[in-house]
């Protein structure tokens, strides 16, 4: 197409940092302002870009069987849901080149590739599987550049009471039951798919087998039938053990440890609390990496099914408590004592596993515990 019907098509995407939360803005620095003021000179002087690359997700992909189709669904709709995957600062360069000199460069052609799907992890996959051996690129920044449709999908499955506002100068803090960040909602995609909590996202992707693991579980579909209803399980235990903050007073445990008292909320508000349940459904339902349970899909559906209605039996039971119930069963002075009682090395990694050790006890005792000390303790 030609510049200027793709900077029309774009523009509200780039506007939105490439419809990607996480996606790099266009680079500041000296030496990126040289590179891309070369770039726009090269433009200007006839040089051809390499392709851009644009993903979006549709409804129906078998009524795209024409280029005309394809460019009227990409069109007929709000263009800031597109996504800018590849070409972030090419399309910053162009702009700058269009504004310039505009006569010049608007009827260039541009190569522009759009990959189409129906589903989000469809596009996920592409991207893991497309961009294997290429470094520095790791877990975080794949999910990055695609996570944004990834969580508005989970806004239409998943009811949460609100996903956070982390772009601009004052980003949004959790003040209530489910409410998350999305960087955090897409940590959680990674530790579901790997089942494990120990997950670096600062690694680099030359780990191929965290690569091959999530690909897998993309290709098989597991993350569309089991990870939406595991996120909705923590969304619910986060409701649950919130429900009556503001009359929770805590008791410390057994003995007093510093810091602030835990209210409900805090449970959840700490991301190795996330990572470790999610991890701990994800393995009872699927198994551990290499070592995976009956792989028939019923089978798994009813493993699943079992624990929905486990917490829902719990769910039920914390709905019907008065505070003193709720104080007694929570017990969340035993969990700050467990957790910030001793001062320890590598606290990150330790809170991880103590919190998939605490869950993946409610799980396997299904929910039936007299108080949560039982996994406090665990």
């Known amino acids: 197409m030609t510049v200027q019907d793709y900077i029309e098509l774009v523009n509200e995407a780039y506007k939105e940092r490439g419809g990607i939360a996480g996606q790099r803005e266009p680079l500041k620095t000296t030496s990126a302002k040289r590179i891309r003021k070369r770039m726009v000179e090269d433009l200007l002087a006839g040089a051809v870009l390499p392709p851009v690359v ?19 669904a990409i069109s007929d709709e709000d263009k800031g849901k597109l ?76 009811t949460f009471d609100r996903v956070l506002e982390i772009q601009g100068s004052n980003p949004e803090r959790r003040t209530k039951a489910g409410q998350y960040r999305p960087d955090d909602l897409a940590e959680l995609f990674i530790a579901f798919g790997l089942r494990k909590t120990d997950v670096d996202t600062k690694e680099t992707l030359a780990d191929e087998f965290s690569r091959l693991d999530m690909a897998e579980a993309l290709s098989s579909h597991l993350y569309r039938e089991f990870f939406y209803p595991t996120v909705q399980m923590m969304v619910d235990l986060d409701g649950a053990i919130s429900r009556l903050d503001d009359q929770l007073i805590q008791p410390n445990g057994d003995d007093e440890t510093d810091g602030k008292k835990l209210v409900g909320r805090n449970v959840f508000d700490s991301k190795p609390a ?7 459904v994800a393995i009872a339902v699927m198994g551990r990496i290499g070592m995976e349970k009956d792989k028939d899909q019923h089978a ?15 769910t039920d039971k914390l709905g019907r408590m008065d505070a ?8 969340l002075g035993v969990l700050q004592q467990q957790l910030y009682g001793t001062k320890r090395s590598a606290v990150g990694r330790y809170e991880r596993a103590f919190f998939e050790n605490a869950f993946k006890i409610l799980i396997e005792e299904s929910f039936d515990i007299p108080t949560l000390e039982t996994c406090w303790r665990g």
């Open 54 to 72: 644009i993903g979006k997700v549709v409804d129906d992909l078998a009524s795209l069987d024409t280029a005309g189709a394809l460019m009227t």
């Open 83 to 158: 996504s800018i995957i590849d070409g972030m600062q090419r399309t910053t360069a162009l702009l700058e080149a269009f504004a310039e000199s505009e006569q010049v460069i608007k009827h260039r052609l541009l190569r522009v590739e759009f990959w189409i799907a129906e589903e989000t992890e469809s596009l996920i996959y592409r991207m893991l599987v497309l961009n294997t051996g290429q470094v520095p690129w790791n877990l975080s920044r794949q999910l990055q550049v695609v996570y944004a449709p990834l969580v508005a999908e989970m806004k239409e499955k998943i």
């Open 274 to 280: 996330r990572i470790g349940f999610v991890v701990a």
């Open 300 to 314: 798994m559906e009813q493993r699943i099914k079992a624990i929905e209605d486990g917490l829902t039996q719990l």
């Open 324 to 331: 003193e119930g709720m104080n007694d069963f929570l017990r």
